[in-house]
């Protein structure tokens, strides 16, 4: 039998490894958004987009109905392994749930609207393989400089690669009632799904009724004039990349729907939830000393577990690389309740043994 002092000293501890363990875990970087972020190539006259970086600006794409899109983007990736979305152009209001959102998935490139990346509602959408790009890196395993010609018209949208397969769909599922006021390069607006690449132009033209041009734009990556992203259409509506770091809808605490999540992010889930059970096994063995009762014990274990998570993910809004969600605050609040109740029930076995009477021969 371990002595009271002995066990409470053991304990503490183990609390203090755990906290460390957890803080460590919470609040490191994994990455620097001045690193990743937007920067000029001068070897190849290229914009470099990093995993953070992005340029974004105001878009009027003409008073009234839309009937049409074409957009044109001259682009080289970089990564075809990235185990999440990248977004290479979000066209969309600050109000918008349903975006026009050209991205990449690994090694094919995408044209979908709203948000569902993991594709569960079958919503119909263009994609076209990377591997049908004509050129190619002198090391032959990543395209090299490929042309994306997007066209949504009304009657049909197709997309391809220069003289590559197009991908189409009739009639079109896109929606261009509402006017859209901004658009954003590189990047989701909130900084959570960053493209990596060079870009050296992106061009937009928008149609009215009868084909009239409702609207055009012209932005030139391959010109070195950042934080600006020069505009050569008439209208010189340039684009702006902000200070590092800094993203025009940054969530306090972000939130992503649950497909998204069982989709792409099954490990970080797992290790949510476990992490914080060390943490709520040992503080339910220190509170439960007190003269409270159980019930009151593992409440405030598990009031104890959210309040430490929720300072965490409040800190994680400071760090780069670090993605503060909804899901890890509940998934940690869970975890701690989970270690509080799995030390209640090693508890009763023991307890349950200990009753148990003894037989003699």
Do not use: C, K
Not at 9 to 36: M, N, Q
Not at 73 to 98: C, N
Not at 266 to 281: A, E, H, T, V, Y
């Amino acid at each position: 039998m371990i002595p009271q002092p002995v066990r409470l000293t053991i304990e503490l501890a183990l609390l203090a490894l755990v906290s460390v363990t957890i803080a460590l875990a919470g609040l490191l970087p994994r990455d620097s958004h001045s690193d990743r972020w937007t920067e000029w190539q001068e070897g190849s006259q290229r914009t470099m987009l990093g995993r953070h970086g992005l340029a974004t600006g105001p878009l009027d794409v003409g008073a009234g109905p839309i009937t049409g899109l074409e957009i044109h983007v001259r682009l080289v990736p970089l990564d075809l392994q990235a185990d999440h979305f990248q977004i290479l152009v979000q066209i969309d209001s600050e109000s918008s749930t349903d975006p026009l959102i050209i991205g990449q998935w690994r090694d094919q490139l995408i044209v979908m609207q709203g948000r569902d990346f993991a594709n569960v509602e079958r919503r119909p959408r263009l994609a076209v393989p990377l591997g049908h790009s004509a050129n190619r890196s002198p090391e032959g395993n990543t395209p090299g400089t490929v042309d994306l010609h997007v066209s949504l018209m009304s009657e049909r949208n197709t997309a391809r690669l220069g003289g590559g397969p197009v991908a189409t769909h009739r009639p079109s599922p896109y929606a261009f009632a509402q006017p859209a006021t901004r658009i954003t390069v590189g990047n989701s607006p909130d900084g959570a799904l960053g493209w990596t690449g060079l870009l050296e132009g992106v061009t937009i033209a928008s149609s009215a009724p009868g084909n009239e041009v409702a609207m055009s734009r012209d932005y030139r990556f391959d010109i070195d004039a950042l934080p600006l992203v020069l505009d050569d259409s008439g209208a010189a509506a340039p684009l702006h990349v902000p200070p590092p770091g800094h993203f025009p809808d940054y969530a306090y605490i972000g939130s992503m729907a649950l497909p998204d999540l069982l989709a792409q992010n099954r490990l970080d889930l797992l290790i949510n939830l476990l992490g914080f059970m060390p943490l709520g096994f040992v503080l339910q063995a220190l509170v439960g000393r007190l003269p409270t009762g159980t019930a009151p014990a593992m409440a405030f274990t598990t009031l104890a577990g959210l309040a430490v998570s929720l300072g965490i993910e409040s800190l994680q809004t400071l760090i780069p690389g670090r993605s503060p969600h909804v899901h890890d605050l509940v998934l940690n609040t869970l975890g701690a309740a989970a270690g509080a109740a799995a030390l209640l029930i090693v508890e009763r076995i023991r307890g349950h043994r200990g009753r148990q009477p003894r037989q003699h021969p």
